[in-house]
């Protein structure tokens, strides 16, 4: 089943106790469809400026992404700089500059507008509505937010959240969404707003899955030199939709998986600055890393 997803595409310059990369690629549509593509193709929709490098295009439709979407733009691209210290579960911003993407207001091109499983990254909720306005009645939407648009428009998130199935939060921003400090009440309120099952990322601490039937916890894949943490929510959302956009049905069994998945994406994705580790990932990879996952979860009777 059809896969769409609109966000940000971007330059990022970063630096972590590994290293550093400047004008690296970056952006959350870019980490969710690099993920997304190891089990289906991605249909992109974003926003560029004339100055994005065109290896970085050729790149993302090798890797399998629909890139009919892309706008390039006249100005720069959305560049943003961040630097993490020994705690990497925090990102320092040294700069945001929103350049195109200032101005971005998603056109859903027609031969995406019946993909069937849409996923809205992390971008002002008032355009997330729009995109469902251009979109017809996909089987599965989710969502990401962040705190910027908690404090700003929780109305217009508010709205939005009523059409849409998955909402996807680190635990910080469903707390401050919700009200509540604990993170069971703070998913109930977020199915009175219309989801129907809450995504909670809690970095390296792993992900809680939350439905009004079932809920389970994963921990994250225990890396001994993670490298470079950017971009690994969006990541684990890619996995996630990816492999959910395959299923032939949305069930306990098949959300588990997915966030199995979403969480062994996310591992490779900070062991390499960008979505470099990511491009040099394979199905076997991906299959031995699940096994030892599963192996890791195993609880002996």
């Not at 499983?117 to 008032?126: C, G, H, K, T």
């Not at 030199?225 to 049905?249: E, H, L, N, Q, V």
């Not at 960008?274 to 990932?281: F, I």
């Amino acid at each position: 089943m059809s896969l769409l997803v609109v966000g940000s595409i971007a330059l990022d310059s970063v630096k972590t106790p590994s290293g550093k990369v400047d004008e690296a690629l970056g952006g959350s549509a870019v980490y969710f469809s690099c993920a997304a593509t190891m089990f289906n193709k991605a249909r992109l929709v974003g926003v560029v400026g004339a100055d994005f490098p065109k290896r970085y295009i050729d790149l993302l439709k090798k890797r399998g992404v629909d890139t009919k979407g892309l706008k390039i733009g006249e100005g720069k691209t959305f560049r943003w700089k961040g630097e993490y210290s020994n705690d990497l579960n925090t990102a320092h911003t040294v700069y945001t500059h929103l350049n195109v993407f200032a101005d971005f207001k998603p056109e859903i091109p027609c031969e995406y507008r019946s993909s069937e499983n849409v996923f809205l990254a992390n971008i002002d909720p008032s355009l997330q509505l729009d995109v469902l306005k251009q979109v017809e009645k996909p089987r599965m939407i989710a969502c990401d937010t962040m705190n910027y648009w908690i404090d700003n428009k929780a109305g217009e998130l508010k709205k939005l959240l009523k059409h849409v199935h998955v909402f996807f939060s680190n635990d910080r921003e469903c707390r401050e969404f919700s009200g509540e400090h604990n993170l069971l009440k703070a998913a109930r309120y977020i199915f009175s707003c219309g989801p129907k099952i809450a995504i909670i990322k809690k970095g390296e601490h792993g992900v809680l899955c939350v439905s009004k039937d079932f809920i389970f916890s994963y921990p994250a894949y225990i890396l001994e030199d993670p490298f470079d943490p950017t971009g690994a929510g969006d990541t684990f959302a890619g996995g996630f939709m990816g492999y959910i956009s395959k299923a032939k049905r949305v069930n306990e069994k098949e959300l588990r998986r997915a966030c199995a998945f979403g969480t062994i994406l996310a591992s490779y994705a900070v062991e390499d600055f960008s979505v470099n580790r990511l491009l040099r990932l394979t199905s076997k990879d991906i299959r031995e890393r699940y096994a030892k996952f599963k192996k890791l979860m195993h609880i002996c009777d």
